[in-house]
């Protein structure tokens, strides 16, 4: 008789007995700031629909049009019938909007990272991540034949000199561009200097950054401008690996790797998420054509996203609320104990606020957190709401 079902059921068993218990919820409609969570009327602040895209009217709109032109599925992989004329535009497009030779579209930001990762390391080659990466470039590390090991979170010290203790044939060194669960930056131009005395490779994956960061919202790369000569810091020989998703700021779904000719033309040979996948379905890239164009025509979305966090932090300051220090539409604020985060998020939810308890393994043992995330389409009074709804938590957790 198979022992998996008991096995299963003690490891689920375990699992609900430590609050770690992970439930999906049903949403009904549009991604949108009021939402039907579960059958009841909620205000959601745990998006990533940072612009207000994702309901767009245009960008719903270029989805049905393609429709009509592509039909929904693309048939097949991109080196065999799937390759569409949109995706060709969109990459295009990216690559001008990143200011990069070229781009490659993928259908998953967790395929691009595990893909890329794995094209590139190999036997005898060493990974180095920072602690908090997401884990999709954990597992791409984990999952490749090189050594993978982590350094301390934005630990510069600690990276440099693991490299001079290395005796790997290469390295590549990634990074979160923005931390998807604590909001803070990658130190961009520590890690540039340092992979360049190292001879490293280095890899950021902006998802949370790009569309939203930036005067332009090129991501992380324009958010250190160097202002005296007006330029970009960061060149693409800098950091020849640079990954953006495309279902956050963009409000659409998959991702893309941007770089030179030679790196886009490589994985296309030899990433394997990529090659042996379904491409993304037309209509997906014609909508996020759409997006593209209204983030660079639109800043005010940007400058009213960096609005509504600057507000947020005032307010939660004056509460006393323990937020890690973030400029990002990311604010995490930390309780620390899982009960806590749980009571806490069923307060909000009492009061009509979704915000979901992040807890272990997602952050580390004593981080849990309420994670806050804030979009373009939040109005003043959704920021009312949510103070007053975090009020209730101070005073009761």
Not at 23 to 32: E, I, S
Not at 100 to 117: H, K, P, Q
Not at 170 to 175: C, N, Q
Request: with cysteine; proline share 4%; glycine share 8%.
């Amino acid at each position: 008789m198979s022992t998996l079902l008991p096995f299963l059921e003690e490891q689920l068993r375990a699992r609900e007995r430590a609050g770690l218990m992970r439930r999906r919820v049903v949403r009904d409609g549009a991604q949108q700031p009021e939402q039907a969570v579960a059958g009841r009327g909620q205000l959601s602040f745990c998006s990533n629909d940072y612009l207000g895209l994702a309901n767009h009217p245009q960008v719903c709109a270029a989805f049905k049009d393609a429709v009509d032109r592509y039909g929904l599925g693309s048939g097949g992989s991109h080196l065999v019938t799937g390759h569409c004329r949109a995706h060709q535009a969109l990459e295009e497009e990216l690559a001008d909007f990143t200011g990069r030779d070229r781009t490659l579209v993928f259908s998953t930001g967790y395929m691009a990272n595990t893909g890329v990762i794995n094209a590139l390391m190999d036997t005898g080659g060493l990974v180095l991540q920072d602690s908090l990466n997401h884990a999709s470039l954990l597992d791409g590390g984990w999952l490749s034949k090189a050594d993978s090991r982590r350094y301390p979170h934005c630990d510069m010290p600690a990276l440099e000199a693991m490299l001079e203790a290395s005796t790997a044939n290469r390295h590549l060194i990634v990074s979160d561009g923005v931390f998807s669960m604590d909001g803070d930056l990658a130190p961009l131009p520590e890690l540039v200097r340092i992979a360049g005395k190292h001879g490293a490779w280095l890899m950021i994956d902006d998802a949370h950054g790009i569309g939203c960061l930036g005067a332009s919202g090129r991501g992380i790369v324009e958010a250190f401008v160097d202002k005296d000569e007006n330029r970009l810091a960061v060149t693409q020989a800098d950091l020849p690996v640079l990954i953006g998703t495309l279902g956050k700021a963009f409000g659409s779904s998959g991702a893309f790797v941007a770089g030179d000719h030679s790196l886009i033309e490589y994985l296309i040979q030899f990433a394997r998420p990529y090659i042996y996948s379904t491409a993304m379905p037309p209509a997906v890239a014609e909508a996020t054509r759409t997006s593209l164009r209204i983030l660079r025509d639109e800043p005010w979305r940007r400058a009213r996203l960096l609005e509504l966090v600057a507000s947020f932090r005032r307010r939660v300051a004056d509460l006393g609320l323990p937020l890690l220090e973030s400029t990002s539409p990311i604010q995490a604020l930390i309780l620390g104990d899982v009960e806590k985060a749980l009571r806490a998020s069923s307060i909000l939810a009492k009061e009509g606020i979704h915000v979901s308890a992040i807890r272990p393994p997602t952050v580390p043992v004593g981080t849990s957190r309420l994670r806050i995330t804030f979009s373009a389409a939040h109005t003043d009074a959704h920021l009312d709401r949510l103070i007053n709804a975090l009020e209730r938590v101070r005073v009761h957790v």
